[in-house]
């Protein structure tokens, strides 16, 4: 079962897809979109949650400059203007709606008390940081863009933390990638997992970098990580 609310916050009132399992109460995940916005790439996997007995909430970040937007990675344009969206988006108040969306989720009729957030591409990035200045009951970042500059901010992680790396993401360079695992090699509530041979957005369904065995490995860590964080007792 799947419908839109809008999520109340300090900083204004934010519209979220949401995905209901089929047994309530249960734990909330809230899934941070990539560039492409709320598309039916973010809405199949918070139904993919929903069958794994969450609450899936994916609220759109780009409603202060976006409302509504729907992208795909399938065209030169959709790219292009995703490029422009990423340019023109404010990390900061998007790590503040993160933040804001998951205190409002604990809430949530229905809910559990317990949050998780699960992002990707740019989500992946906002995840990262949730973990770093906000924290949930457990996050999950899928090739988090940029998180090298952020890389400081580790050592501020409270929250327990996986990020799933692509050995040959084109958005995200070896370097960069040897950054992000250093500084959560240490880290006892945090690791990064790579995954050989995959680009970016390995796990985006029906992405151009699509690969279904990596996407099927991040996505059972993924699974194990939450339930060990969100459903025990």
């Excluded at 699509?210 to 459903?231: K, P, V």
Aim: glycine share 10%; net charge negative.
């Amino acid at each position: 079962m799947h419908d839109m609310l809008q999520i109340t916050t300090p900083g204004g009132s934010i519209p979220a897809y949401v995905a209901r399992p089929q047994k309530l109460p249960a734990p909330v995940i809230v899934v941070v979109h990539e560039v492409f916005g709320v598309n039916a790439d973010m809405r199949q996997s918070c139904d993919e949650l929903a069958a794994q007995g969450y609450m899936a909430v994916c609220p759109n970040l780009f409603w202060r400059i976006a409302p509504a937007l729907e992208l795909t990675d399938r065209t030169e344009a959709e790219r292009a203007q995703a490029l422009a969206l990423y340019n023109a988006f404010d990390i900061d108040a998007g790590v503040n709606d993160v933040a804001a969306v998951v205190n409002a989720a604990r809430g949530m009729p229905g809910a559990t008390g317990r949050v998780g957030v699960v992002g990707y591409c740019l989500g992946g990035l906002l995840a990262f940081l949730t973990a770093a200045r906000a924290g949930a009951d457990a996050v999950v970042g899928y090739y988090p863009g940029n998180a090298d500059q952020y890389i400081g901010e580790a050592s501020r992680i409270a929250s327990p933390l996986i990020v799933h790396l692509a050995e040959k993401d084109e958005y995200i360079p070896v370097d960069a990638q040897r950054k992000i695992s250093s500084a959560l090699a240490n880290h006892p509530q945090a690791k990064a997992y790579s995954y050989p041979g995959c680009d970016h957005a390995f796990a985006r369904h029906r992405g151009i970098g699509y690969d279904a065995e990596a996407a099927a490995l991040a996505n059972g860590r993924t699974a194990a990580f939450l339930a060990l964080h969100l459903q025990g007792d």
